[in-house]
């Protein structure tokens, strides 16, 4: 009964990402996620199957554990303590998620790959919907989201993740490579990616399509083709459709070197995860985002150099002996 209530959620899990931010809904003022709760309830239908799984993270992971606990040590001297049951709620998801890892790589669950296909497809369907019957998605803005216009931006509200979704999507199918269900949906994904504007997401799909197509001649073409993308997707109103445009690189590194400047010595040990406030003047937006765009750089700042530097520094001097 366990292992089949198991395998009901983490399928469950896997379609619901489909959905993306729009299975969000509030509880008592706090923003929370349908597949978060999901995996709050593995994890405790699991709970006595956990003892290895949290061992696993804690030998694997030890020094970034320690960088956070150190860095929510410094976080109670700076901050009031009401002020930091949010970003708690964010570590404590980040934990959630890893122990759900951990306990999937050490358990028999398998999940089939046309599950993952399935959410792909949910994902796809939501953001073609929405990019030819609302293309200006600047009315959301009032609610937080970035004021994306004629770009492939739901069901996530971001081009970049819902891209991400869409080449993860593919990744997760590989194993129906020489079948013309790949090929057809492969064709539909890569027209949605290209839809989204987002240069990240474009190199991440040149990195897929480098790493799985052998055929050195199909290669070149899809290379072709992508660059060529370039100048043959339509141009409308604004820069978000301008492939070539620089102004999002600058204002993000400035916001990044800002933030950076102003870390000071919690650089060192770090300040909590997700305690960062905004550079900018404070936004009444809820769902505005507060902190670097640059992953490294976010849990420089919130961890710390103990949780982000040494555990590379360790990898490379093992690696080297």
Known sequence: MQKTLTRFLLLTLVLSLGFGQLLRFEYLGLPLYLHDCLVALILLLNFPALARPVRTL????SLFLLGLAIGWLVALVLFPLSSLLIPSLYTLRLIAYLMLYFLCKSSSFLIPHYYFLLSGITCLTIGLSQYFLLPDMRIFQYLGWDDHLFRLTLPHFDPTFTGVMLVLAILS????????????????YIIGILLTYSRSVWLSLALTAAAFIRNKKILLVSGILL???????PKKFGEGTNLLR???LTSRWQTDLAYAQKAGWTLLLGQGLNTLTPITSPSSYPLHPSGP????????????SLSTALPHLNRCGSSSL
């Open 173 to 188: 199918s590989n194993s129906l490579y020489s079948t013309n269900i790949f090929r057809l949906t492969s064709v539909v």
């Open 227 to 233: 660059l060529s993308s370039i100048f043959l997707l």
């Open 58 to 61: 804690a030998s694997s992971l």
């Open 246 to 248: 620089i102004y999002s």
């Open 293 to 304: 765009n640059n992953s490294y750089l976010y849990l420089l700042l919130t961890t710390g």
